[in-house]
């Protein structure tokens, strides 16, 4: 079954950056976009953005532009999502989910709890 | 950007009873990529309905989705006591992909 692992929790300074991993299993890892949403404690979800495992093109929310970097590892089935510049208005869980081009949030991760703080 | 709204904000209601969500658009969503999440406390959010009336692998038939265009309904149609949660329609069908804000369905 498809299985979607996130790395653990971070707590980070305002102004720096942070680097969440998702790693998959239970399917060909090429075959399914890989996206990202948050979740600010208490508020709703919130889309960041896809990579194309296939070909590495991405697509994110223009109020992450410049800030967030979207990447894969396909020797090791991991897709990595980077945010710079970080603020307390990053604070949130942030999952990675994946799914075909026609249902790209099928399957969800655990969650990884970005702290932003000084 | 296609903004959702979802209706009511929370949803009180008792075990056996029928559940109505609704989700409206600001614009026609493409191709009724519409899908359904529930989502219950400390926990990632499921999947419950993809394009906007097909029921995701293992979801009960007392899940159904229907709807078109910018007008979107999640019916549950027996309550059962692990149905309470918070349920979130999102579009898939135009860039940037957007969640509404999400209905809360607590027990009355």
């Known amino acids: 079954q498809v299985q979607l692992v996130q790395s653990g929790a971070e707590v980070q300074k305002p102004g720096a950056s942070v680097k969440v991993s998702c790693k998959a299993s239970?399917?060909?890892?090429?075959?399914?976009?890989i996206s990202w949403v948050r979740q600010a404690p208490g508020q709703g979800l919130e889309w960041v953005g896809w990579?194309?495992?296939?070909?590495?093109?991405?697509n994110h929310l223009q109020k992450f532009h410049g800030r967030v970097t979207m990447t894969t590892d396909t020797s090791t089935s991991t897709a990595y999502m980077e945010l710079k510049s970080l603020t307390s208005d990053d604070t949130a869980m942030y999952y990675c989910?994946?799914?075909?081009?026609?249902?790209?949030?099928?399957?969800w991760g655990q969650g990884t709890l970005v702290t932003v703080s000084s | 950007e296609i903004v959702l709204t979802q209706s009511p904000g929370t949803l009180s209601l008792s075990p056996g009873e029928r559940a109505t969500l609704s989700c409206r658009a600001s614009q026609s969503v493409s191709t009724n990529y519409l899908a359904w999440f529930q989502q219950k406390p400390g926990q990632s959010p499921s999947l419950l309905i993809y394009?906007?009336?097909s029921r995701a692998t293992g979801i009960p038939d007392r899940f159904s989705g229907s709807g078109s265009g910018t007008d979107f309904t999640l019916t549950i149609s027996r309550l059962e006591p692990e149905d309470f949660a918070v349920y979130y329609c999102?579009?898939?069908?135009?860039?940037?992909?957007?969640f509404g804000p999400g209905t809360k369905v607590d027990i009355k």
């Open positions: 990579i194309s495992t296939y070909n590495g093109n991405t």
């Open positions: 999102h579009q898939y069908g135009n860039s940037p992909f957007t």
């Open positions: 989910a994946s799914g075909p081009m026609w249902l790209p949030l099928a399957n």
């Open positions: 239970g399917y060909i890892f090429t075959s399914y976009a």
């Open positions: 394009g906007a009336s």
